[in-house]
């Protein structure tokens, strides 16, 4: 005591308890982060409630969080069989985060998180469609109403929340260029309107010929709904939205995604995987890597080429070539 003292690291004792303290510092960061986050936060750090929330904060040891990421892998309490690693992982994240900031504040002598090894990821294969099957995806939809939504999805890598939430004030179609500059989330299944995902996600995106005309054909389409509607029009100036002006609710549009490419017979994939098709076409087609990471929001290159590995094999040996190539 005496050292510590000394040393400035003396830490009083207090009995609250882990979870009094879980509840204490999601409120502080409530303002400080995305909902989708505060809600990813909340829920994973529940489960450490219901394993260890009855436990003294000083009290908590690396040992008792290591033996809660095993049991949560093996069984996952509650909620329902083992936890996928990556769930863990996620959940690793917050409460070393929470522990950080308890540190910080000299509530606690250390991090016991930051000595804990969460579990390691498990990477799982990425499934996209050739280009023969995106233009195939795209004649069978043509005619669908959504099918502007699915065209800008394909050509841009976008997410789906920010396709969602884009409005036509962010969309020059003469200069071919949009602003993404906010999405459209669901907490607690409730749409939220929140922050790109990054600050590298806050970009501009030049668009193709062939996208603005679809753009283009969509809005007028879109002005005929609304004099349609008339009062019942709801005037958000979005993009993609029903046929009275409301927003669309991403799970739904994530839907009407699946049952449209079934109808069309190509490979079932999930909507994200549309994002992960134009990445690799991209790579594939010798786009530079920090052109595609930049495109696609995320916040380093090294993210990227990590995801897309797969395509890296064909990009070494198109290098190989190409280089040989030039001094014969």
Avoid at 180 to 191: A, I
Avoid at 202 to 228: F, G, I, N, P
Avoid at 230 to 252: I, M
């Amino acid at each position: 005591m005496i050292r510590t003292l000394g040393e400035g690291t003396y830490v009083a004792r207090d009995p609250e308890t882990l979870e009094e303290w879980i509840k204490r510092w999601l409120v502080t960061m409530e303002p400080k982060v995305r909902s989708s986050t505060l809600r990813d936060y909340s829920n994973g750090l529940g489960r450490v409630s219901d394993r260890l929330g009855q436990m003294p904060l000083q009290a908590l040891r690396p040992l008792d969080i290591e033996e809660m990421y095993a049991a949560l892998l093996k069984e996952g309490h509650r909620y329902g069989g083992g936890l996928a690693p990556k769930t863990v992982r996620n959940l690793h994240i917050a409460l070393r985060r929470s522990l950080a900031d308890a540190h910080r504040l000299g509530l606690v002598p250390r991090n016991v998180a930051a000595l804990v090894r969460p579990p390691a990821p498990v990477r799982h294969e990425i499934t996209t469609w050739s280009a023969d099957e995106v233009r195939r995806f795209l004649g069978a939809v043509e005619q669908d109403r959504l099918a502007p939504a699915y065209r800008l999805l394909a050509a841009t890598g976008m997410r789906r929340g920010e396709a969602l939430g884009l409005r036509w004030a962010n969309v020059d179609l003469d200069a071919a260029r949009i602003a993404v500059n906010r999405s459209l989330t669901v907490v607690n299944d409730e749409m939220v309107w929140a922050s790109p995902k990054t600050s590298r996600s806050r970009r501009s995106l030049s668009l193709d010929a062939e996208t603005v005309a679809v753009l283009r054909a969509h809005r007028r389409r879109q002005l005929e709904e609304r004099l349609t509607a008339g009062e019942l029009w709801q005037d958000d100036d979005l993009v993609f939205c029903n046929e009275t002006g409301k927003a669309l609710h991403p799970d739904r549009f994530t839907r009407a995604f699946t049952s449209a490419a079934h109808r069309a017979g190509v490979t079932p994939i999930r909507l994200h995987d549309l994002r992960h098709t134009w990445a690799t076409l991209a790579l594939e087609a010798g786009i530079h890597p920090k052109v595609v990471s930049e495109r696609l929001g995320h916040a380093t290159t090294g993210i990227t080429l990590y995801i897309y590995s797969h395509v890296q094999p064909e990009l070494d040996a198109h290098a190989a070539t190409a280089v040989a190539e030039l001094f014969g």
